[in-house]
């Protein structure tokens, strides 16, 4: 109330203080003022000039120049201010502690990619938070400027992967632990749980159901790999392609491995793998003891040889499977040992696989994907846990239909067979 | 009509003169600059070049070569129009569309902090708002007072501006010529961050270098050498901030520099080194040191370069230069002035290092088993030893998929006889399927093949690309050979840039590309160049082929236009 009356007030007065030009006072009547309390002298309606203009309101030129002038450059002083501060802190430090003066000569690779990393990260281009000393020596490695970015980029999203994946644990750890609060028995049962687990023995639970330990799985799979590697047949993985192959392209190549292993001891008749040409404290075997460990690796239910396929095995029962190659595979052979090159060609290099079966004479062989498949776009080498499985399902079923299916579905529009009946179809 | 370009052709095998035929008047080329002496086939089209330029321009001597500038995006062009795609008008649109929605979205004028405020909370994503208002300014070139603004904002709101903003800021000073903005903004970037990053070393090398402060730039590039190699873009830019200011030494010391680490100068930089060079003795050596490099690492002017070398030769005060644009005629002559050009074939030197070169890395590599076998390489050498010396090798497989029309071996035959009725010695390369009888391969085509050439077939799997080298290779510098392939993945496995070179000088005198052919019709040959496409010079010529302004030119082409620098004796 008391605001409004003085605001009214103001209002008169500057009125009264503007040079009175001739024009048409418009009245508003406010309905929402109560008229009653105030005197008559002070209208309740306040008075709104069109065309006096008042001082405050008019645009100033100079003045709103001036005023963005002193704004504009206000933040070079405040970064400058806060420079100086940190200087006065350092410089405090300094004092305490005898610093060595950094002599900015020579940087060692190690520093200079060190500091390349941190300036890209506060430039906001796309670079890991953290670094250990392997990556950043691969990365003084690499000479051109494009080269080093790519890594970077690949480093920082591996990151943001592991980052994601961690928020989404957290993030469903919290709405479980909300879920619980609410519903108080379950919660009864949680803690008895989290009780029964901190003295060190899980709390049986109430049922008829005998549980069925993952190690009595390992047991039954590894008793039928070994039985495998007595009677079954075999099947090689040719690891001569060191040369051929960067260091992203043997991470690749043993992830595959990895994946192939697994395939081939979950299957029904597994394969005895062999790993042949690996070369002790090769590039391979570097790899694959990184990634399963030592103990794991010596433990693992396949044949890893530095000797060559050839001398292992008859020449006349092998067939080295390549997509190079010109004879077709066109029924799955159980009395022959089939090779399978352990390359993984992202930078394409054609015709290395049959290179090395020409040299030794071996029997080559390709898979039947014209005959079966309508071919799209994509290569037709297939990575090695592909080739495994194709290889198993054509070994159990014998029909190729089915082995095909593991040839990812992007590269191809359909079976032969299908299409045809789906051209039918549209007839009618 | 084509029997007479023939002849042309055929003069430099034989060595003796063939009796000239009389050309038909309508043929001349003067009365009738529209006719081409080649057989026409349907992706025919004059080029642009040419429909665009006044009639006083004279024809470029190669139009339809497959190594002339501009042929494979002539190409390309018609066999997307062919196909029914067009893509080009939708792009150019996307383009201006952008730069209007960035203006859209930055303000008029600088606001203050409140009004940003107002302005952030209303944006889609808060977080990014300040570097993503950054970078659209920086990408409609807005005015500086407004990016000013919301930098004072930022200050005001948090206490410090973050790097990345500063970063575009400078961007935006430097793109726009600000240069007291660019000092003040490094000043305050060197007093609170310790160390920058490459790109703001190149943004400040560039903006320096247009200011007083100029000397500051080569501190930098030293500091961003401890880091990463300077690109040659920086080395350009503080070469030409050296230039602005008039220290002609220190720019040609960084020259000398951006040479030593073995980098590309950009086309700017050299022609900031013509347009400021003076004409003093010293100079003029540098100058020609600068075409010696360009001479040796076979790179093209563009237009703009092209001028400042005649610009600058022409003012040469005690020699009078003079220069002109001119192409080359059938002959390898320049008609600018009528002086013969260096010719395309190699020396013996020359040759015999292109020889070995391309045995052990193309055909042999890392691993002969990629290609072949050694056994089909011994025999076929044997085999090329007790042959006699051939003229001409033909791809049989490539050139049998010429024309699309008929069974291959039917053009192969046409293809075999016509160069067997010039009386040259043939070798036909083919792999052992074409032996098979099939619709495609007939019997007794191939037996008529075989009666009027030499024939080797390599196995199915093998490659027959290295074997036509080969034979090509050591048949002598006449044999010539006949493939429609580029060769552009053999000349890859060569090792270093100089013998690509050399190898690609080679493969323009020497292959013979078949031109449109239809089974019926006589077989034509594109004219293979007489002279080598690269900056010459005798003592009182120089001849700089150079790329016209919009002319796009694979890397496998060469240009058709020439600067033709003459001295006027005294």
């Known amino acids: 109330m008391i605001f409004l009356r003085v605001r009214v007030v103001g209002v008169l007065r500057r009125c009264c203080c503007c040079s009175p030009q001739a024009s048409a006072l418009v009245k508003l009547r406010n309905p929402s003022l109560p008229t009653s309390t105030y005197p008559s002298a002070v209208t309740t309606s306040r008075a709104l000039s069109t065309s006096w203009t008042l001082r405050k309101d008019a645009p100033q030129p100079q003045d709103v120049d001036a005023r963005h002038e002193l704004d504009l450059d206000v933040w070079k002083s405040v970064m400058r201010s806060q420079a100086l501060q940190e200087e006065k802190r350092k410089d405090g430090e300094d004092r305490e502690e005898e610093s060595t003066t950094e002599v900015e000569g020579e940087l060692s690779p190690l520093e200079s990619s060190r500091r390349l990393v941190e300036t890209w990260r506060l430039a906001g281009k796309l670079v890991p938070e953290n670094i250990t000393d392997e990556q950043l020596e691969t990365l003084a490695e690499l000479t051109t400027k494009s080269s080093k970015k790519k890594f970077l980029k690949y480093l920082a999203i591996k990151e943001g992967h592991k980052k994601a994946n961690k928020e989404k644990k957290e993030r469903k750890r919290a709405e479980r632990m909300a879920e619980t609060k609410e519903d108080p028995e379950l919660a009864e049962g949680e803690r008895e749980e989290m009780d029964g687990e901190e003295e060190g023995e899980p709390k049986l639970k109430n049922t008829y159901l005998m549980q069925f330990w993952s190690r009595s799985m390992d047991k039954l799979l590894g008793w039928r790999v070994a039985q495998a590697m007595q009677f079954g047949q075999p099947l090689v993985y040719d690891m001569s392609y060191d040369q051929h192959m960067s260091r992203q392209e043997m991470e690749n190549t043993v992830s595959q491995l990895l994946e192939t292993e697994g395939w081939n001891r979950r299957a029904v008749d597994p394969f005895h793998l062999h790993f042949c040409n690996l070369q002790p404290n090769g590039a391979y075997h570097r790899e694959l003891l990184k990634r399963y460990s030592q103990e794991t690796w010596e433990r693992l239910l396949i044949t890893a040889t530095s000797q060559r396929h050839i001398d292992i095995f008859p020449r006349e029962s092998l067939v080295y499977l390549t997509a190079d190659s010109p004879n077709v595979l066109r029924t799955f052979d159980y009395s022959k040992v089939y090779i399978v090159g352990a390359l993984v060609d992202r930078s394409i290099q054609t015709g290395v696989s049959l290179a090395n079966a020409k040299r030794l004479k071996l029997a080559t062989a390709r898979l039947p994907l014209d005959e079966y498949l309508h071919w799209d776009s994509g290569a037709k080498n297939l990575t090695l846990d592909q080739m495994i499985r194709i290889l198993m399902t054509a070994k159990e079923t014998g029909s190729w239909e089915k082995a095909l299916e593991f040839v990812p579905k992007r590269k191809h529009t359909g079976f032969h067979q299908q299409r045809k009946k789906d051209n039918c179809l549209l007839w009618w | ?570």
């Not at chain 2, 390309?76 to 008008?89: E, I, M, N, V």
């Not at chain 2, 903003?165 to 430097?174: G, S």
């Not at chain 2, 024939?455 to 034979?471: G, K, M, Q, R």
Request: proline share 5%; glycine share 6%.
């Open chain 2, 1 to 570: 009509m084509g029997s007479f370009a023939f002849v042309k052709y055929l003069r430099p095998l034989f060595g003796h003169q063939l009796p000239r035929r009389s050309v038909p008047a309508a043929l001349r080329r003067k009365d009738h600059p529209n006719v081409q002496l080649y057989c026409t086939s349907k992706e025919k089209r004059r080029p642009e070049a040419q429909s665009r330029k006044s009639s006083q321009r004279e024809e470029p001597a190669f139009p339809k070569s497959v190594f002339a500038a501009g042929t494979a995006k002539r190409t390309a062009d018609f066999l997307k129009r062919r196909a029914g795609t067009g893509t080009d008008p939708e792009q150019a649109g996307g383009l201006s569309r952008d730069r209007a929605s960035f203006r859209g979205e930055i303000p008029e004028r600088p606001l203050s902090a409140p009004e940003w405020r107002k302005l952030k909370e209303s944006s889609s994503s808060p977080e990014r708002f300040e570097v993503r208002m950054m970078a659209l300014m920086l990408a409609a070139e807005a005015d500086v007072n407004i990016a000013k603004s919301l930098l004072a904002y930022v200050a005001m709101e948090k206490g410090e501006v973050p790097y990345m903003l500063l970063l575009r800021y400078l961007a935006l000073c430097v793109s726009g010529g600000h240069h007291s903005e660019v000092l003040d903004t490094y000043d305050v970037m060197r007093s609170c961050f310790k160390a920058l990053d490459s790109g703001a070393y190149s943004l400040l090398i560039k903006g320096f270098g247009q200011t007083e402060r100029w000397r500051e730039a080569l501190v930098m590039l030293e500091e961003m050498k401890k880091v990463i190699m300077p690109s040659p873009r920086n080395y350009g830019d503080a070469i030409a901030g050296a230039f602005l200011h008039g220290d002609g030494e220190t720019g040609w010391m960084l020259y000398g520099e951006l040479l030593e680490l073995r980098l590309t100068p950009n086309q700017d930089t050299w022609q900031c080194l013509f347009e400021n060079a003076s004409t003093e003795h010293q100079q003029r050596h540098r100058l020609a040191d600068v075409l010696t490099y360009m001479r040796e690492n076979q790179v093209y002017p563009e237009e703009p370069l092209a001028r400042s070398i005649k610009a600058w030769f022409e003012s040469l005060p005690d020699e009078k230069w003079r220069g002109r644009f001119s192409s080359v005629d059938s002959s390898g002559r320049c008609r600018g002035c009528r002086a013969e050009l260096e010719s395309i074939e190699l020396t013996e030197e020359e040759y015999a290092q292109l020889r070995h070169r391309v045995m052990t890395h193309v055909i042999e590599g890392r691993d002969v088993f990629n290609k072949t076998t050694p056994e089909e390489l011994e025999s076929f050498k044997s085999f090329v030893k007790k042959s006699p010396a051939f003229d001409v090798i033909v791809d049989g497989l490539n050139v049998a998929s010429v024309s699309p029309k008929g069974p291959k071996s039917q053009t192969l035959l046409a293809v075999v006889s016509e160069l067997r009725d010039q009386g040259l010695n043939v070798l036909v390369l083919g792999r052992k399927h074409m032996l098979r009888p099939s619709w495609n391969w007939d019997r007794h085509d191939i037996h008529q093949i075989r009666q009027r050439s030499l024939c080797f077939f390599t196995e199915n799997i093998s490659e027959d690309d290295p074997f036509l080298l080969y034979a090509a290779l050591h048949s002598g510098n006449h044999c010539n050979f006949v493939s429609r392939d580029l060769m552009r993945d053999h000349k890859a496995c060569l090792p270093d840039g100089a013998t690509r070179r050399l190898f690609f000088k080679w493969q323009r005198g020497h292959q013979l590309v078949v031109q449109g052919y239809v089974p019926g019709k006589k077989v034509r040959f594109q004219r293979a160049l007489r002279c080598d496409t690269v900056i010459q010079s005798t003592g009182a010529a120089w001849h700089v082929p150079y790329d016209e302004d919009g002319a796009e030119r694979s890397t496998y082409e060469v240009p058709q236009r020439w600067l033709c620098l003459t001295k006027e004796q005294q």
